[in-house]
């Protein structure tokens, strides 16, 4: 006769052990030391993180155009005074740009966000979103365009259908079929973009829009495997024409707006875009100087990426201030954003190099053998085999040499152009508004921090994205 | 195999080598020749004379920090000399902090505490993505500059002051007889490195251990207290107080300096604890788990098994980093601390025009700071790479 056993039922695990109290055991409080650091903690969080909440928030000014509005912060009680940042925005943003000409910026902005967006997001964008994001920034044009109201109605026109797939509300709209808006919102999109351009015809930029438009129409709506080459010659041959005669002016009608007057955010924006798209070519060319066999291009490669990775930035750009006028036959003008834009992208290109050979050098001998093989010239082989699987290994190094190049862009204050830094400094000594330097300097740290921020995490993706790839 | 000679000759690989290589060279010596000529014909036209010469000359301007003697009609080399050392200085002071700071950042990141690990990922985060020449102007210019003036100055113990000149500290002046001290201090120095060599070499030939460590820190203390009392502490403190408008005696810290030093190594220190979490990470378990397999304590794996194998990753990142600092340490100029930069390529470039000798100088000698610590760090490669790899 067999006795079956029926075990008790468990007993719950100790009630220090789990839940809130088991992670708080765990984590905080697991020894004596660990206890003495968290109150530590604890007491640092709570002697810093409150008063700044304070500062910046809860006794903070916000509303308000003049200087008085802030003069009642109490003594005891500190607070910002986001006025004159509110005040200032435009100069922060543009520098001495003339305000009716900085819809020019905002376009020449849009016009980059519109080209690098399918390539930032190139898988996250399948057809359904890149058409949702061709509706976002139509609505965004109109609301430029036209103002707040055409502008939400815009997108609500536009939005709609896409929020409403994806909520169970999709079945009250039934009548308004959100497939068949969805399908014509290129089409609209692009009709509306005509319609911006026919407006900008009235100052002349016209027929720049008008092609401009023709060209994003025809990027967006032929998805094929040629539209990622057509997206990178927009970026490289056709955006820089368009971006450069709608800043200067001069041209097509518009006034002519000297570099002198440019700053803020906006130059901030342009030494890093031309620095980043400058240095990235000129490095890949030293590094694969630098792996050269010929012994006169490897020594001269050498040579430059070890001087300039020896020096800062500042003698650097010193140099192409004071130096390169000094090179050329007399009587040469040159502008000072070009010195500094050189500077710039000779130095960074150095560090591209370094990060380049290391991608190379952890290339595998057989694909060079293999493509030799195949009877590939030097450049096809470099072009098609080697350099793009290199490029994908280093890509953390590359992201972080641009991170490098966008915080860098600050030292052009040092020369006298008058960057976000610049400005800062130049609206700090305005008599009217003396006294708010935390304001500025947090602002504009908030503002490089977003930046800076938002460009590693795409890294960290780019990462993922391309592992899976290899595997 | 012969060579079939209907190939041409431009197909010739060797050939066509020595001819791309020619017309490089033949570029950069035109190129070169361009420049060197353009910039003869500039320097003719506007009147300077080309040459070190200018070094001898009377600079005529004041420098708020020296640390050699140095007045106005010092020459434009004593100037040169001045601005150098107080980059040396400042780039020093500030790779000594960054690096402690930095240890104790990535030390933190790793910490089993959640609430210390996420402050040293809420710092990192936040310090890493600011551009530098923001930080320091912010310590400088919202920070330092609206402190109180020297009358309402902040005051500790009546003996350290806080104020927008800076910070004002006792400063020892030393009578005869105090020399004995310092020596003192070096010969500690020297007697504990001789003593943790021997007790190293001792350990390993016999297995005997010798407290080398503990035994070193009392004599680097010891020493010198007993120097002092020996001699009857011939040494009194120069106390600062307010007189008119400013302190008279003790010493003042620059707030330029100040400013520049905190954030040199506040923005290095974030750098450098990822540096130190990566190599600590990359230690492999195994190892650990062997050391307690072992019997080793806790603080034993670390010391023994952990911390020198990590540190065989973390040294090389480290000494970019701090060569990286002694570069950064030229953003000096926008504060108007009188580095390298501002003494020499600043005011004596605006004074005597001598663009070409003057960069040529500041690069060559940035240049020669950084071969130098590279070459270092190549020597400790070597020494340390691990073998038969």
Known sequence: MTVKWIPGPDLPPPSLETGVWGWLKKNLFSSVPNTVLTLLGIFFIVATVPPFVRWAFLNATWLGETREACTCMAEDAPGACWVFIKVRLGMFMYGFYPEAERWRVNLTLLFFALGMLPILLHDRLARGKAETGLAVLSAIIVFMLFGGIAGSVAALFFLGPFGLSRTDFSGLFAAADGRRIRRAGPLLSGVLVCVAAVRFAESGAGSIAASVTLLLMFGTLIRKASVRTWQWIFLFCIYPFIAYHLLMGDAFGLPFVDTHMWGGMFLTLVIAGIGIATSLPIGILLALGRRSEMTAVRTLCVC??????????????????????????????????????????????????????????????????????????????????????????????????????????????????????????????????????????????????????????????LEGRFQVKRR | MEQNPKIKLIHNPRFRSLVIQAMLLTAFVVLAGFAISNTARNLEKAGITSGFGFLKEVAGFDVSLALIGYSRSASYGRAFMVGLLNTLLVSSLAIFFSTILGFLLGIARLSGNWLVSRMAVVYIEIIRNVPLLLQILFWYIAILNPLPRPRQALNLTDMFFLCNRGLILPRPVGEPGFIVTPAALLMAVAASAALIRWAGRRQLRTGLRFPAYYTAAGLIIGLPLLALAVTGFPVHWDIPVLKGF???????????????????????????????????????????????????????????????????????????????????????????????????AGTTLNQTGQAVEIISVTMLVYLTISLIISMIMNRYNKKYAIRGR
């Not at chain 1, 300039?308 to 750009?317: A, C, E, M, T, W």
């Not at chain 1, 370094?354 to 991608?359: A, K, Q, T």
């Not at chain 2, 072992?294 to 480290?318: E, F, S, W, Y």
């Open chain 2, 246 to 344: 400013n302190f008279r005696g003790g010493m003042t810290v620059l707030p330029e300096f100040i400013a520049l030093c905190l954030a040199l190594s506040l923005y290095a220190a974030a750098f450098i604890g990822e540096n130190v979490r990566s190599g600590i990470m990359s230690v492999d378990r195994g190892q650990i788990e062997a050391a307690r397999a072992l019997g080793h304590r806790p603080g034993m794996t670390l010391r023994l098994v952990v911390i020198p194998q990590a540190m065989r990753v973390i040294i090389p990142p480290l000494t970019s980093q701090h060569l990286t600092l002694v570069k950064n340490s030229s953003l000096a100029v926008v504060i108007g601390y009188p580095d390298l930069i501002h003494v020499f």
């Open chain 1, 304 to 461: 430059f990426i070890e001087l300039i990775r020896g020096v800062p930035l500042i003698s650097v750009l010193f140099m192409a201030s004071v130096m390169l006028p000094l090179f050329l036959p007399e009587g040469t003008q040159f502008n000072k954003l070009l010195r500094a834009l050189i500077g710039v992208a000779l130095f960074y290109a150095a560090y591209m190099a370094e990060v380049i050979r290391g991608g190379l050098q952890a290339m595998p001998k057989g694909q060079y053998e293999a493509a030799e093989a195949l009877g590939l010239g030097y450049w096809r082989m470099m072009g098609l085999v080697i350099l793009p699987q290199t490029l994908r290994l280093v890509i953390p190094g590359i992201v972080n040499t641009f991170l490098g190049l966008f915080k860098d862009t600050t030292l052009v204050a040092v020369i006298g152009l008058m960057d976000m830094l610049g400005i800062v400094k130049t609206a700090l000594a305005d008599t009217e508004w003396l006294g708010f330097p935390k304001e500025a300097y947090v602002f504009a740290a908030a503002v490089y921090w977003i930046f800076c921020f938002g460009m590693s995490r795409y890294s960290m993706y």
